[in-house]
């Protein structure tokens, strides 16, 4: 993990949309830190003047999961014990269904710029990046996909064209992780207060790439499997880095598995296109598979829409209502 030290609380993401909150100004003689890493006995923090270990106590246990702290977060800590007291409210909050369990886990909080890491090799795939701009969308933050393993690929600008139908304006950088000239790239979306996260499957780069925009050996590599495209973990852990011209950029292991619930907003808006074509169907309720007058089937005819891209919401959709009502289920069990 990076140790470089901030020069104001603004290289860590400091704004004011967190000094305003209530709490900063009810708690005068609290510190404000972030929570960088979460280890299994204590919670890593950096504030102003550096970095700070402190124990979780027992009583954030009783909260929920998403109340207590999580990577990204900012919290106010008592300078004397080193404890922390207080949970600051959160933006940009990246979360998924965790496997197996049936809760939300939040990936990373208060986060601006989210690279979707993939590779111009047979790991990439369409239906998987629409996922990740749907929880992208969900958390309103800015989505930009990044393609590596650019120096591998005997015509990477493919890969580039395919990720660039997922939505208009889409921003598509094609890059060598391994190059930091190749990275240089990126450095607009890790401007000073911005705090950028990655995500990605294991194997893709994204440890890599945070060394390159670190310009150190951050994190460890490894290198991916040449018969499947598809890697092993190399981080074992969320950690949010200092980066040289201030901001910061997280790294997560690879996701196997990426669960959408509380997200029927970020789906929307990642196929609203076919919401907009819903409209026109005859039906208000018409679930465009074969009712008659369903506009959505109609643009599929006409090939104004992929059936593909039709499939992918659905799947969507089904997912995320699912979750969603059993997290609701599990909490009305609860309570």
């Known amino acids: 993990m990076s140790v470089t030290r901030p020069d104001s609380l603004g290289d860590l993401g400091w704004a004011p949309f967190f000094e305003r909150q209530p709490l900063v100004e009810q708690h005068p003689d609290l510190i404000p830190a972030r929570v960088i890493a979460i280890q299994r006995t204590h919670v890593v923090l950096m504030h102003a003047t550096g970095i700070w270990e402190s124990p979780l106590g027992g009583r954030w246990f009783q909260y929920e999961v998403e109340g207590r702290p999580a990577v990204g977060d900012w919290v106010l800590i008592d300078a004397a014990s080193g404890s922390i007291e207080q949970l600051l409210d959160r933006r940009g909050v990246l979360k998924r269904m965790s496997a197996g369990m049936g809760e939300i886990q939040i990936i990373a909080s208060n986060i601006d710029v989210l690279f979707l890491v993939t590779s111009c090799n047979a790991e990439f795939n369409l239906r998987r990046l629409e996922r990740y701009l749907a929880i992208a969308y969900e958390a309103e933050v800015t989505p930009v996909v990044v393609l590596t393993k650019a120096d591998l690929a005997q015509r990477p600008e493919e890969f580039a064209s395919q990720a660039g139908t997922l939505k208009p304006g889409l921003a598509v950088h094609v890059v060598n992780a391994l190059d930091v000239e190749s990275t240089a790239v990126l450095s607009a979306w890790c401007s000073r207060g911005q705090t950028i996260a990655l995500l990605g499957s294991s194997g893709v780069g994204k440890s890599t790439l945070v060394n390159s925009l670190m310009g150190t050996q951050t994190q460890l590599t490894a290198e991916i499997r040449e018969d499947d495209g598809k890697g092993r973990h190399t981080t074992t852990h969320r950690s949010l880095h200092l980066l040289p011209g201030g901001g910061m950029v997280l790294d997560s292991p690879g996701m196997r598995e990426l669960g959408i619930a509380q997200a029927e907003a970020g789906v929307e808006a990642m196929y609203d296109e076919i919401e907009v074509l819903g409209l026109g169907c005859r039906f208000a309720d018409c679930a465009h598979g074969t009712e008659p007058g369903c506009a959505v089937q109609q ?37």
Do not use: C, F, P, V
């Open 299 to 335: 643009a599929i005819q006409e090939s104004r829409l992929d059936a593909e891209r039709l499939n992918g919401y659905q799947k969507l959709k089904r997912e995320e209502a699912h979750n969603s009502a059993t997290l609701a289920g599990r909490r009305k069990r609860r309570d």
